[in-house]
């Protein structure tokens, strides 16, 4: 089915990305060293007189396209879902991470430095935002001008098909009611992938399913519906979606239905995009020495296969957030399960990097769980992007549980680990 169909190249296009995204952030956490912007990975940050944490850049810059494509999204949307949903939650969403941001705060906090841990916090949060804001504006200013004219053009309202008029109208489906900086995008994703469901629902019922039966009729003085009336209602019923979403959801589903070659060829780019990203990460472990090389290419090659399933759990949690519009709690619980596993790493470091048991391999593989599985897993620039989609009050709700559950996990996880390690 369209719906399945569609499912389908969106896990792709994320799995896709995510490699990228992962070794995006992975050369900018390089190249902020480099700088002396930031310290390097595993670096005491409470001994540094600064705040900024190793993966700031990666961050800013990754909140930045997420930015772009949000103010770009009435016109991308609707042409390449595929490209949108890849490059949104697969090379944006790696490319930033909550994950080792939280840690570096709470080692921060944990040496005694709570005022500079705070402000690594809010340094943290303002710069996403900032790039998030400044880049929703460069989306927005590509919006061609046809589009923005069509979205001003009010429409009359319809009226919705019977059974399913009262769901489909809870969602803001007419363009005239749309504003791109109100547009939810997840919700317009999952509002069209539903809308295929139902359509191939009804494709498959009776004939007569789905109008009034001749029982239903009797007894309330109507005469009972002939065979071709029932025909003419059932496919009256079927050919009324919301007229607002039909353009939409024809040119959705006509895309990936029948311009494969043109799927193709964007796969084709985007995996041109991973070799590039992939060798700009290398080339940046090769300015290591020689005797750190081959641990830190066994840690950057295994974090890029572990990003993809990563990445992909993270998207098909996102779903969940529709249950729940005034607080994502399935990003959070990303964000705290990165934070979970990143701390858990630098817990392993600590105890057996002390007592000299811990073999490259081993260190390599540690390093690969914090960059590629909890990288990939927590993110910020969706993060943020949520904080502009609620209201002032949500999103200072919403920032602030975020920020408390992060720490709280990092408290947590070393009392953990006195517990279960032995002394």
Known sequence: TPATHQQATNVAFVAICAVAGTATRHALGRLSVQAGTAPAAGVDAASL?????????????????????????????????NVYVGITTGLCG????????????????????????????????????????????????????????AAATPAAPAAPAAGAGARSHSLR??????????????????????????????????????????RSLVGKGEPPPSLAQRALSRAASMARPVPQLQRTETKYHVYNTYKLPCSAATLLLLLAVV???????????????????ATASLTLYTALLLS???AVLRYALAF???????LPLYTLLCNALGAAITCSVYELRAHYGSRGELSPQASAMLGAASLGAAGSLSTVSSFVNELRLLSPFNSARYALVT???????????????????PD
């Open 320 to 326: 969940g957030n529709r249950r729940h519009p005034k």
């Open 173 to 214: 489906s007419s363009k005239a009611e749309v504003d791109v900086e109100e547009l939810d995008l997840d919700e317009v994703i999952h509002e069209l992938d539903d809308r295929s469901s139902e359509a191939g629902a009804r494709a498959k019922q009776p004939l007569g399913e789905g109008v009034p039966s001749r």
């Open 94 to 149: 790696c490319t930033t991470t909550f994950s080792a941001w939280n840690a570096e705060a709470a080692e921060t906090l944990a040496a005694g430095a709570a005022a500079r841990a705070a402000l690594c916090l809010v340094v943290g949060l303002a710069a996403a935002l900032a790039s998030l804001r400044f880049g929703f504006g460069i989306g927005a200013a590509l919006v061609p001008a046809h589009v923005r004219a």
């Open 308 to 310: 993809p399933p990563c």
């Open 49 to 81: 007189e600064h705040v900024a944490f190793h993966d700031l850049l990666a961050n800013c810059v990754g909140s930045l396209v997420m930015g772009i494509l949000a103010g770009w999204a009435p016109y991308v949307l609707p042409r390449f879902p």
């Open 403 to 421: 920020l408390l559950v992060g720490q709280a996990v990092a408290a947590a996880v070393p009392a953990v680990f006195e517990l279960v390690l």
């Open 275 to 293: 070799c590039v990203a992939v060798r700009a990460a290398a080339a940046a472990v090769d300015t290591a020495a020689d005797a750190d090389a």
